[in-house]
């Protein structure tokens, strides 16, 4: 049983002649313990897609399941949460500025019904790799990376199997982004979590994902593995032509 | 004739700590070229951008012996007096759209907004000029965006429009801070050409702050890597990969690639020395 299967989702926004269908009957799985990419330019509905399936979306239309559980409109159950998680793509906006660490984290644990939450706080805090002494400060008391994690370490607390990453380190140095790929990477290793990742770097994609699929205009113009995109044998011209935009810069260095 | 030439640049910000040097000591000078700037967050590099156009807010103060604009030494004006720089003659293009772009404005009133200013033109022509900018940033349907609100642009598009507006006064210099990180490859390319046309038929100069090595690698004549306030290194830019800095070397190892596939991507190891040794000398 693959983790997500989505078939024919149609997403839109506004209605009549400002209405835009921001994803059109799109379908695809990902299978358990699996990281899936979805790639394509802004405005091709890829974050839509994750948005879709945490019921961010207030409009959509087609089949979404999780787990083999069907989803409907935009009410998700405590199940749900409790098995997909997400992390969004800037951890500057998606922490509140007024809460500490430990607040963020333990409400978040409270919401999940876990109990010892002192006990777990550190947990988390020591499996995203920052340790005790980062739990009472506040958000603009830690860097871009710090924050990442703590984003990931609140997506973890719920203990989920599947996590959606949107673009989770396009808002960081490469040297930070690298270190949170190589934490993601663990994670999956350690829990055999689900990614379902959003990203518009090839190249990170390429680095974390089994398959991908490459997006434009709200539709997937084809899913390819990770070898397929390493050997840029696409079939589409237009996922070619994302692919050579992509390493044209790379064969220099 | 150089354009720009800056001297011995310092910006401090007094804490209770004592005085914190983001920038310390950089000097270079820039041509009719496109001269790159990377580093990571924190490395002083956007600092630099805004010091030039005297844009630090207090207490932050701005040192150096001088920063020349043709000559011109724009520590000496009066603030009134930059204000014909900025925008007019030296350019800036900020980082995040969706803090330097007004909410409660519509696209074209932001756009022609400044382009009016300067009086001399109609709202018409100015409208014409904007829909032509728009068009040049590869933005589909401009008539539209024209009359929307910057919260219904993505982000790639927000980022565009702000590139139309700043490229609207022709200006002499272009200082642009990270202007395709938001921005998708495919997308990221048409921009770079726009402003690599700009530069050259224009014969402009740009300074492009990013902390993507492989763009600035590719797309600048010249790069300068910045750490902690400091020019580390000084190359060609497409001799990049020959860079001799262990801090340059450790940022190229840390990015993910498609033709070397890795298990785990390597970590950058910092050492003390680099924060403290001088900045290196413009050649």
């Known amino acids: ?253 | 004739m150089d354009l720009l030439s800056v001297q011995n640049l310092w910006v401090k910000f007094p804490t209770r700590q004592g005085i914190f040097d983001a920038v310390s000591g950089i000097s270079f000078n820039l041509g009719r070229e496109r001269l790159g700037i990377v580093g990571e967050s924190g490395s002083g590099k956007s600092m630099t951008g805004r010091a030039i156009l005297r844009l630090i807010q207090k207490p932050g103060r701005i040192e150096a012996d001088h920063i020349k604009l043709q000559g011109e030494n724009l520590l000496d004006l009066a603030e009134a007096q930059m204000r014909s720089v900025r925008g007019q003659k030296i350019s800036m293009i900020m980082q995040d759209p969706k803090f330097s772009l007004n909410p409660v404005m519509t696209i074209g009133d932001q756009i022609t907004e400044a382009f009016l200013l300067k009086g001399s033109t109609t709202k018409a022509e100015a409208w014409a000029k904007s829909i032509s900018m728009l068009e040049a940033v590869s933005i589909r349907d401009p008539e539209r965006v024209m009359r929307a609100y910057p919260h219904e642009m993505s982000g790639g598009m927000g980022q565009r429009v702000m590139i139309a507006m700043m490229l609207m006064p022709d200006p002499k210099i272009l200082i642009a801070d990270e202007p395709t990180s938001a921005l998708d490859v495919s997308v990221q390319r048409q921009v770079l050409d726009i402003m690599d046309g700009l530069v050259k038929e224009r014969g402009m100069g740009l300074i492009f702050i990013s902390h993507d090595l492989n763009l600035v690698s590719e797309f600048c004549d010249r790069v300068l890597i910045m750490y902690a306030g400091r020019i580390v290194e000084i190359c060609e830019a497409n001799k990049l990969h020959q860079a001799k800095h262990a801090y340059t070397k450790g940022l190229l190892n840390s990015l993910p690639r498609l033709d070397r596939p890795r298990k785990r991507l390597d970590v950058l190891t910092r050492e003390d020395i680099w924060a403290k040794t001088d900045s290196l000398r413009s050649l």
Not at chain 1, 7 to 28: I, P
Not at chain 1, 58 to 64: A, F, V, Y
Not at chain 1, 211 to 238: F, P, W
Request: proline letters at 3%.
């Open chain 1, 1 to 253: 049983m693959s983790a997500i299967t989505i078939r024919n989702l149609e997403v839109w926004f506004g209605v009549d002649e400002n209405r835009v269908n921001a994803v059109k009957s799109v379908s695809f799985a990902v299978d358990r313990g699996e990281s899936f990419g979805l790639v394509g330019e802004s405005g091709s509905g890829k974050s839509t897609i994750l948005k879709a399936i945490t019921g961010l979306a207030p409009t959509w239309h087609g089949e979404i399941f999780v787990d083999g559980k069907t989803l409907n409109g935009t009410q998700r159950s405590k199940d749900f949460f409790k098995t997909v998680q997400m992390v969004f793509q800037d951890p500057y906006a998606s922490l509140h500025p007024r809460h500490t660490v430990d607040q963020v984290l333990s409400e978040t644990l409270y919401l999940h019904q876990v109990q010892d939450i002192d006990v777990r706080v550190i947990k988390l805090l020591t499996d995203v790799g920052l340790g005790s002494k980062f739990r009472f400060r506040y958000p603009h008391q830690l860097s871009g990376g710090q924050r990442q994690r703590v984003a990931i370490a609140r997506a973890l607390a719920g203990e989920p199997d599947i996590l959606l990453l949107d673009e989770p380190t396009s808002a960081l140095d490469v040297s930070v982004q690298a270190e949170i790929l190589n934490l993601l990477t663990d994670l999956q290793e350690e829990r055999n979590l689900t990614y379902l990742m959003v990203s518009h770097d090839l190249p990170v994609i390429g680095h974390m994902c089994n398959r991908l699929a490459v997006m434009k205009d709200g539709e997937i113009l084809e899913v390819m593995s990770v070898e397929d995109l390493r050997q840029g044998s696409a079939n589409h011209s237009y996922s070619k032509s994302l692919i050579t935009a992509s390493s044209a810069s790379l064969s220099s260095i």
